[in-house]
C-alpha cells in the first residue's frame, strides 16, 4: 500500500533551518505531484508548496516564498522542503501529500490530495 512518512522536524530558533524529507512507498514518485501543508493549533491545514510531476514547476504560499525550497529525488523516492530563516509563524505540523492527478491552481487545497503522511512537528522558538 501507498505509504508517506515525514521527517526531519523539531525544535529550531528563530532564524534556524531545517530540512523535512518525505519517503514514499507503494507509488512511482515519478508520477505523482507532492504538496506540503502545514496545520497549527486551532488553524486550518494550509498548503505551503507542492512541485510538479509533469514538469518539477514549484509553487509557494505567500509567506514562505523566498525562504522555502520544495525538491525531489524520484531514485530515492523521496521529497524535500528545506526551510530557511524559520519564524515563530512557521511552527506547525507539517504533513506531505501525493496526487497523482493534475492540480493546477488547486495544489493548495488539501481535498485535492489522495495520499497523506503522518505529519511532523516543527517548533520555532527561543
Known amino acids: 500500500q501507498v505509504q508517506l512518512v515525514e521527517s526531519g522536524g523539531g525544535l529550531v530558533q528563530p532564524g534556524g533551518s531545517l530540512r523535512l524529507s518525505c519517503a514514499a512507498s507503494g507509488l512511482t514518485l515519478d508520477f505523482y505531484n507532492i504538496g506540503w501543508f502545514r496545520q497549527a493549533p486551532g488553524k486550518e491545514r494550509e498548503g505551503v508548496s507542492c512541485?510538479?510531476?509533469?514538469?518539477?514547476?514549484?509553487y509557494y504560499e505567500d509567506s514562505v516564498k523566498g525562504r522555502f525550497t520544495i525538491s525531489r529525488d524520484n531514485s530515492k523516492a523521496t521529497a524535500y522542503l528545506q526551510m530557511n530563516s524559520l519564524k515563530p509563524e512557521d511552527t506547525a505540523v507539517y504533513y506531505c501529500?501525493?496526487?497523482?492527478?493534475?492540480?493546477?491552481?488547486?495544489?493548495?487545497?488539501?481535498?485535492?490530495?489522495?495520499?497523506w503522511g503522518q505529519g511532523t512537528q516543527v517548533t520555532v522558538s527561543s
Open positions: 512541485i510538479f510531476s509533469t514538469d518539477d514547476s514549484t
Open positions: 501529500a501525493a496526487e497523482a492527478l493534475y492540480l493546477g491552481s488547486s495544489w493548495s487545497d488539501p481535498s485535492k490530495y489522495d495520499y
